[in-house]
Nanobody, 122 residues
Framework: QVQVVESGGGLVHTGGSLRLSCAAS????????MDWYRQALGKERELVAH???????KYADSVKGRFTISRDNAENTAYLQMNNLKPEDTAVYYC????????????????WGQGTVVAVSS
């Protein structure tokens, strides 16, 4: 089985920065992608940033130039560096990891973390 844990959320003022971490653990054989989503109160969950196994990245238009996603393959960890934060970035941020784990055989996994809260005050 695979577990995903996010950390690094908190309360910051407009213009501030935070760095979120997403750690995947368990009998992981390989990770295909690690994504950051967010869900604001009363809104649907949206994809914020994506990083694939080859390091290629994609971002939501609303965060381009402010957020940077990266990953440490050796540690099965992804990071989301968030700069110049705005009140509209306030949300619960979730990490989603997709890959393969080993349990007598190689099996696909797609696991979500429990989320970490980011609040940006104006």
């Amino acid at each position: 089985q695979v577990q995903v844990v996010e950390s690094g959320g908190g309360l910051v003022h407009t213009g501030g920065s935070l760095r979120l971490s997403c750690a995947a653990s368990g009998r992981i054989f390989s990770i295909n992608y690690m994504d950051w989503y967010r869900q604001a109160l009363g809104k649907e969950r949206e994809l914020v940033a994506h990083i694939s196994s080859d390091g290629s990245t994609k971002y939501a238009d609303s965060v381009k130039g402010r957020f940077t996603i990266s990953r440490d393959n050796a540690e099965n960890t992804a990071y989301l560096q968030m700069n110049n934060l705005k009140p509209e970035d306030t949300a619960v941020y979730y990490c989603n990891v997709e890959g393969i784990w080993s349990d007598y055989d190689l099996l696909d996994f797609d696991v979500w973390g429990q989320g970490t809260v980011v609040a940006v005050s104006s």
